[in-house]
T-cell receptor, first 114, second 112 residues
Framework: DVKVTQSSRYLVKRTGEKVFLECVQD?????MFWYRQDPGLGLRLIYF???????EKGDIPEGYSVSREKKERFSLILESASTNQTSMYLC?????????????FGPGTRLTVL | KNQVEQSPQSLIILEGKNCTLQ??????????LRWYKQDTGRGPVSLTI?????NTKSNGRYTATLDADTKQSSLHITASQLSDSASYIC???????????FGAGTRLTVKP
C-alpha cells in the first residue's frame, strides 16, 4: 500500500518566517510533486521532481523553493512566508515517467501565515 | 480560464439516490482523464483513469464516462452512501509533457 506522509497536518507561522514542509513516500517512486489547494481554484502545481537533486518549476513557483536530496523525500521551502501563502499544501508521488501517472497524495498540511 | 471545468460546484443528495457529476475540458492533445475522490482533511485518491479509446469505466458504484469528441466526462454515483460525501476532482493530462490540469472539484454531501 502506497504511503505518502507529510510532516505536519496543521502549521501556523508568522509573516517573514522560513517554513519547511516535508514529504516522504515509501514506494520508491521517481516522481514527486508539491501542490497548493485553494477553494474554487483546484490544485495548482508549485514544483515537481523526476529524480534526486532534480527539480522543475510548476505553474506557481514564485515564493517557493524545493529540495530533493534523497529519492523518498521532497521538501517545500517558503523562504519568507507571506499571508497569501496561507493554503492547503499537498504532496504527491507517482511511479511512471513524466507527469502523467496516477499520483498518490499525502494527507495535506494546512498552513496559516499570520 | 481553467482548462478543466466541473459542475455543479456543490451538490446535496439523500442517501440511496443516484447523482452525476460533470467535467468539461479543453486540454489538448488529450492523453487521459482521471477522477479523484478527496475526503475532508485527506489527500485525493484515484477512482478511475480513462484514455482516449475508453468511453466507460466502472469502480464499484462509481461509473465514469468519456466523450473525447465533445471533451466531456461524467462520474455517476449509484445508490449513494454517507461515505460518498467528499470532493470529486477531475484531472486531465495532455500528451505534451503529460501536463496535468485539475478541476476545482464538486463538493458532494450525502444526507441520511
Amino acid at each position: 500500500d502506497v504511503k505518502v506522509t507529510q510532516s505536519s497536518r496543521y502549521l501556523v507561522k508568522r509573516t517573514g518566517e522560513k517554513v519547511f514542509l516535508e514529504c516522504v513516500q515509501d514506494m520508491d517512486h521517481e516522481n514527486m510533486f508539491w501542490y497548493r489547494q485553494d477553494p474554487g481554484l483546484g490544485l495548482r502545481l508549485i514544483y515537481f521532481s523526476y529524480d534526486v537533486k532534480m527539480k522543475e518549476k510548476g505553474d506557481i513557483p514564485e515564493g517557493y523553493s524545493v529540495s530533493r536530496e534523497k529519492k523518498e523525500r521532497f521538501s517545500l521551502i517558503l523562504e519568507s512566508a507571506s499571508t497569501n501563502q496561507t493554503s492547503m499544501y499537498l504532496c504527491a508521488s507517482s511511479s511512471t515517467g513524466a507527469r502523467g501517472g496516477t499520483q498518490y497524495f499525502g494527507p495535506g498540511t494546512r498552513l496559516t501565515v499570520l | 480560464k481553467n482548462q478543466v471545468e466541473q459542475s455543479p460546484q456543490s451538490l446535496i443528495i439523500l442517501e440511496g439516490k443516484n447523482c452525476t457529476l460533470q467535467c468539461n475540458y479543453t486540454v489538448s492533445p488529450f492523453s487521459n482523464l482521471r477522477w479523484y475522490k478527496q475526503d475532508t482533511g485527506r489527500g485525493p485518491v484515484s477512482l478511475t483513469i480513462m484514455t482516449f479509446s475508453e468511453n466507460t469505466k466502472s469502480n464499484g458504484r462509481y461509473t465514469a464516462t468519456l466523450d473525447a469528441d465533445t471533451k466531456q466526462s461524467s462520474l455517476h454515483i449509484t445508490a449513494s452512501q454517507l461515505s460518498d460525501s467528499a470532493s470529486y476532482i477531475c484531472v486531465v493530462s495532455a500528451e505534451v509533457n503529460n501536463d496535468m490540469r485539475f478541476g476545482a472539484g464538486t463538493r458532494l454531501t450525502v444526507k441520511p
